[in-house]
């Protein structure tokens, strides 16, 4: 069973309320990493909780979510051992999982529209890595 850590700021907390309901009726584990109500908050501190405890095992896989996605994919991507991706779109979702092996998911609450998010993560969740060759790119990565 994945374990899925997710956070957001102020502008992707509404989003995230959203994907927690549908990653709990799908039956995944999951922690919140705040934030907890709508209040300015900087995202860089959610970020770098949520990529730190991916790295230290203690889940597979992230949801970070914001304005746009790109702030948080930039702060969780400083972490290493981490490859964090903001997907607009169902093939970006799938390719970064299958050959990008990618563990954290960013996304721009002010880019998406909830169902397209909730496809998004869907995809992104039950699509696996491939391997093969592209282990040897993640290598190179890393």
């Known amino acids: 069973m994945k374990k899925i850590a997710i956070g957001s700021d102020h502008g992707g907390f509404e989003l995230k309320e959203y ?10 584990k ?7 109500e709508k209040q300015p908050t900087d995202y860089p501190i959610i970020a770098k909780e949520v990529a730190q405890n991916i790295v ?5 896989l992230g949801i970070l979510i914001c304005g746009s996605g790109l ?15 903001t997907c607009s779109d169902i093939y970006s979702a ?10 954290i998911l960013t996304l721009g609450e002010r880019v998406l529209g909830k169902d397209l998010a909730l496809e998004i993560v869907n995809i992104w969740l039950n699509t ?3 391997g093969g060759r592209h282990l040897n790119r993640i290598n190179m990565i890393e």
Do not use: C, L
């Open 19 to 28: 994907i927690i309901k549908f990653i709990k009726d799908s039956g995944y």
């Open 30 to 36: 999951y922690k919140d990493f705040g934030i907890y």
């Open 56 to 60: 230290d095992g203690n889940f597979n």
């Open 71 to 85: 702030g948080m994919a930039i702060t969780a991507n400083k972490i290493k051992g981490i490859r964090a991706v």
């Open 94 to 103: 799938k390719m970064s999982r299958m050959h990008n092996n990618a563990n």
């Open 128 to 130: 696996e890595f491939e």
